[in-house]
């Protein structure tokens, strides 16, 4: 503790300078009972805790509602948590069992954390002493939406979500662009089939009507084999109707009955022998 015997307060530039006359040790905790707003130090003749906003001892926290931000007794603590409060965070926890402050604030900065996401914040003023880191850990949740970082970070993840949508947009557009392509590719390869085959169709359609015509077809048959029982012809079938010959080949004919013309050779033949055999017995006759 600082035992401040006399305070002077002057302006100076828009600042207030303090200059403290008579400094000396002192264990007791007294309390001046200051009206804040309307007292200044040279009224009084009491104790500075150095760096804290008042001469009173004890834990002061900030507890508003339901809002608590933890310890906020010296002036840089105060301040980061009365921004916490303005920034709209609800729950703020301090951790520092670095802390050599009396008075009951080792037993509160040496408290275990909650079971819950953290996030830990340090700023310059531990047991008021500007060249000391203190922590304070606040909720993730809040720090994730109310910090400037927190901000950032989600407008980042925003960004790439709205770029990866982006690029997942371009990317099904050039699948559908590729998919519209194939598929004219493929109706136009259908197409051509189908006309091949409506073409082939129509073909097959003259050639059966063509079919289906009453044919002249004249023969020309060349016989160059006979005997008594077979006969074998070569012939070439023409179409006439459409221009073209219709067929050639080879006939073979089995000759399973006498012809007309057998049949007449053969009774020419027996009156033929008849006749030689009349000659031959007139002229033994004669």
Excluded at 174 to 190: C, F, M, P, Q
Excluded at 193 to 203: M, P
Excluded at 209 to 220: D, G, I, S, T
Aim: no cysteine; aromatic share 8%.
């Amino acid at each position: 503790m600082i035992n401040v015997k006399k305070v002077l307060i002057a302006g100076i530039g828009g600042g207030i300078l303090l200059t403290l006359l008579s400094i000396i040790a002192r264990a007791e905790p007294p309390s001046a009972g200051w009206n804040f707003g309307n007292d200044t130090y040279s009224q009084h003749i009491g104790s500075l805790i150095l760096n804290s906003l008042s001469d009173r001892y004890g834990l002061s926290t900030f507890d508003l509602g339901n809002t608590h931000l933890g310890t906020n007794d010296y002036i840089e603590e105060n301040g980061v948590k009365n921004t916490l409060a303005i920034s709209g965070y609800t729950k703020a926890y301090d951790f520092n069992p670095l802390s050599t402050t009396g008075y009951g604030y080792n037993s509160v900065y040496n408290q275990p954390l909650p079971n819950a996401a953290l996030t830990k914040l340090t700023f310059m003023g531990l047991d008021g002493d500007p060249t000391k880191a203190q922590d304070v850990y606040v909720l993730t949740s809040e720090y994730n939406r109310l910090s400037d970082q927190g901000q950032a970070n989600s407008i980042d993840s925003l960004n790439a979500s709205v770029n990866n949508q982006a690029l997942a947009l371009a990317q099904t557009n050039v699948n559908i662009s590729n998919e519209t392509n194939s598929r004219i590719a493929g109706d136009l390869a259908l197409q051509n089939q189908i006309n091949t085959t409506n073409n082939n169709v129509a073909n097959l359609d003259n050639r059966v009507n063509n079919l289906e015509r009453l044919k002249v077809m004249p023969e020309a048959d060349v016989r160059f084999y006979d005997d008594k029982h077979v006969s074998a012809m070569a012939y070439d079938a023409y179409d006439a109707t459409n221009g073209r010959n219709f067929a050639v080949g080879v006939k073979v004919m089995l000759k399973l009955g006498k012809s007309y013309e057998e049949t007449m050779i053969d009774k020419q033949n027996k009156e033929i022998s008849d006749l030689k055999a009349l000659l031959m017995r007139m002229e033994q006759v004669h």
